[in-house]
């Protein structure tokens, strides 16, 4: 039907499409272009707002929005705590000034499969993801000395000025009045204007750079790697065009950026890039205004991860139902997204998420329909003044399909990449039919939204995905305090239950362990005691006492039944290490869920446990003759026996070192692994094997120590 509707209004209008698209370019190049943001109702309305667009409410919305595409189904490139060292060395930095969207978090996909621990999220391979934008790296060509026009008298006349006389707005000429020799000036009526041919190999028709020069960058951890785009400039305005002064003066009804921020982004330079408007007559003379970096300053630091989150969502709709159109560029979604973020309360990002997401979405939708986008900066700039009527009518078809049906927008998606959080929606999309002749939502919160958060958890429990079952049990018990909020008249029977009696309701049915699982990141990621329940009936003992002679660390406190040192004391044998097993298993879900600072500190912990094991034969003797295996052994051959206890305790500190350093390199600290590079040394060497060896070369090689590596390689 909504096909159908379309159709005939691009019949409509392809009556005249022709006049139609000369009256609209008139028509956009004489009115003066006003700000994208427009008075709705989607600003600072409640979770309980239906909008009136695609008469669904907010509540259900946020639901779908937030748990078929959580955060942790979202990658982007520097996803990780001091991931940046993943992407450019500490070398190249040294050399190029990182700018864009990829610095500031924002160039975004889907993927399907946790890059942590390697399972499976959906059908769909990794590699049929479409690679993200690469990372645009900045460099100055040649030294010119840049002043604007009125100020050219003052600084003399060896500088390069800069005219935006005859250009459109948010481009310059930049002339000499002295003779100047090609090729970076070329000569015009007698005027010296710098050439912008020099700064790269070519250009597309629509100003786009052709054939830039790249730097591959190579990581195994990156999934979208891509080459780097290298951008030269010809140098930095001494200060901002008059025509960025609007963005200074203007209201914002958010209080985003705040008059400090506001203040220190404006001392943060405009470049000059050789990019010229797409209808420009001089596009080998016209340079544009860049404000790569100042984005970058608001945008890395300086928004919170909610809102970050919202553009995601944003981003990932629009470009999965667009099919990526280049006419929608992470430039021109990220400009809709800085306005949003002028108007739209801070509080709200958190509370309504869908909404933000919506309002992005009308806002995208009607300055398509107005033909109008300005540049953030430089409000004259129409960013999308260049593109044809034809185009538009595509765009405007496509975007609709969001705005007007945003819940089977994100199920579609996230069906089509084969996400396995689709599994809800079908109760969600049901409710919704109950709920249009229902005034509140206490019932939906009872019978759709607590059922759902409960299976939610239950099936992230049993993939072992702990922080999404954290969210989900945490949530699902936030919304069954709140019920009273639904509705005044209506009693809450659950007001005064327990986090922890809301655990074992929602997990009933599942093994106990896991429930100890969870209820242990309940604590570490909501600051919750959830765990004393499990030590009234059972003995535990405090991880502290596991660990022997080791620095103090933020969990030691954290209490742990006998069943569960049990339940993992196969892994490790080894009497003197005894408890190992749990540390071990415990540091890696700990990295599967980020926290690497914490398993780095328990992994060093294990590693000074077992290496004094390793260092004391009198131990090691001790360890042998308790083992179950010496003695049901006949002969008892006690050299052979202590050989195949070093080799096999020598496997298990490998396998540590290597989470180490995984922990280090995901930090961005792998210098850090330094302190432990010769006890690796002597553990690849006692296991001997070729894994072991190639692994001990390739931190040689990340540490720079790959010669002295060599030397021990080959005896």
């Known amino acids: ?115 942590e621990n390697n399972r499976g999220m959906g059908n769909e391979s990794l590699n049929a993801v479409k690679a993200s934008s690469s990372p645009n790296l900045f460099k100055q060509f040649g030294k010119q000395v840049l002043v604007f026009k009125d100020d050219r008298y003052e600084l003399g006349s060896e500088v390069v000025i800069i005219d935006s006389e005859n250009t459109s707005p948010g481009f310059t000429h930049l002339k000499s009045e002295k003779i100047q020799l090609p090729p970076f000036f070329t000569e015009i009526n007698g005027t010296f204007f710098l050439s912008n041919t020099s700064f790269y190999t070519g250009m597309n028709a629509n100003g ?59 001392k943060v330079p405009c470049l000059l890039t050789p990019k010229y408007h797409p209808l420009s007559r001089n596009p080998d003379i016209e340079w544009m205004f860049d404000f790569s970096f100042p984005e970058t300053f608001l945008l890395k630091d300086n928004i919170s991860i909610e809102q970050r989150y919202c553009f995601h969502v944003f981003k990932l709709l629009i470009d999965f139902h667009t099919g990526r159109r280049k006419e929608l560029s992470t430039f021109v979604l990220k400009t809709i997204f800085l306005y949003t973020l002028e108007v739209i309360p801070c509080q709200q990002w958190e509370t309504c998420p869908s909404a933000c997401m919506l309002y992005m979405t009308e806002t995208l939708l009607s300055s398509l329909k107005e033909r109008k986008i300005p540049h953030y900066f430089i409000p004259e700039n129409n960013i999308i003044s260049h593109l044809s009527g034809t185009i538009l009518y595509q765009l405007i078809e496509k975007v609709n399909v969001v705005r007007e049906f945003p819940i089977m927008s994100v199920i579609l998606m996230a069906e089509s990449h084969g996400l396995m959080t689709t599994y809800v929606t079908d109760q969600i999309i049901e409710d919704l039919n109950h709920l249009s002749d229902v005034s509140n939502i206490h019932d939906s919160v009872l019978n759709t939204f607590i059922p759902a958060y409960a299976q939610i958890t239950v099936t992230s429990l ?40 809301f655990i074992q309701e929602t997990t009933a049915g599942m093994k106990m362990y896991q429930v100890w699982w969870l209820c242990f990141f309940v604590d570490l990621f909501k600051k919750k005691n959830t765990l004393k329940s499990f030590t009234r009936t059972n003995p535990f003992k405090n991880i502290v006492d596991l660990m022997d002679d080791c620095p103090p660390g933020d969990l030691d406190d954290v209490s742990v039944p ?24 415990m540091c890696t879900f700990l990295m599967q869920e980020g926290e690497y600072g914490l398993a780095g500190h328990y992994f060093r912990g294990m590693i000074k446990m077992m290496s004094k094991v390793l260092n004391d034969s009198d131990a090691i003797m001790a360890e042998v003759l308790q083992n179950p295996t010496c003695q049901k052994s006949k002969e008892k051959n006690i050299d052979y026996l202590m050989q195949a206890f070093i080799t096999g305790m020598s496997s298990h500190l490998f396998i540590i070192f290597t989470n180490l350093y995984r922990c280090y390199e995901h930090q961005g600290q792998t210098g850090y692994f330094q302190e432990y590079i010769e006890q690796f040394e002597s553990v690849c060497k006692n296991m001997a094997t070729p894994s072991a060896l190639s692994f001990l070369a390739e931190i040689g090689r990340s540490l720079g120590t790959s010669k002295k590596i060599k030397d021990v390689l080959k005896h």
């Not at 060395?89 to 946790?114: D, F, H, M, R």
């Not at 079952?469 to 659950?494: E, H, I, K, S, W």
């Not at 006998?562 to 298993?585: D, N, P, R």
């Open 1 to 115: 039907a909504r096909r159908k509707q379309l159709l005939e209004r691009r019949h409509f209008y392809s009556n005249d499409g022709e006049e139609q698209s000369n009256s609209l370019e008139e028509s956009s190049s004489e009115e003066e272009l006003t700000l994208p943001c427009r008075p709705s109702k989607l600003i600072g309305c409640s979770s309980q707002h239906i909008d009136a667009y695609c008469r669904a409410p907010i509540f259900h919305m946020n639901f779908v929005m937030e748990n078929v595409l959580p955060k942790n189904n979202i990658y982007t490139t520097y996803r990780y705590e001091g991931g940046r060292s993943h992407i450019i060395s500490v070398t190249c930095q040294k050399k190029w000034e990182v700018a864009g969207s990829v610095e500031e978090g924002l160039s975004v996909n889907i993927y399907t499969s946790s890059i």
């Open 208 to 266: 786009t750079l052709k054939n830039i020069r790249k730097l591959r960058l190579k990581d195994p951890y990156l999934i979208f790697q891509k080459d780097a785009c290298m951008i030269f400039y010809c140098g930095k305005c001494p200060n901002w065009p008059k025509e960025a002064s609007e963005w200074i003066l203007r209201k914002r009804p958010s209080g985003w950026p705040s008059t400090s921020l506001l203040e220190e982004t404006i």
């Open 462 to 501: 049993a993939h072992q995905k702990f922080c999404q079952a954290v969210t989900a049990v945490t949530a699902g018990y936030r919304m069954l305090q709140d019920l009273p909020l639904c509705g005044d008249d209506v009693f809450n029977p659950y007001e005064n239950m327990s986090l922890e009696m």
């Open 562 to 585: 006998k069943f569960i040192l049990q339940i993992h004391s196969k892994e490790f044998e080894y009497k003197q290490v005894k408890g190992s097993g749990f540390i071990f298993a």
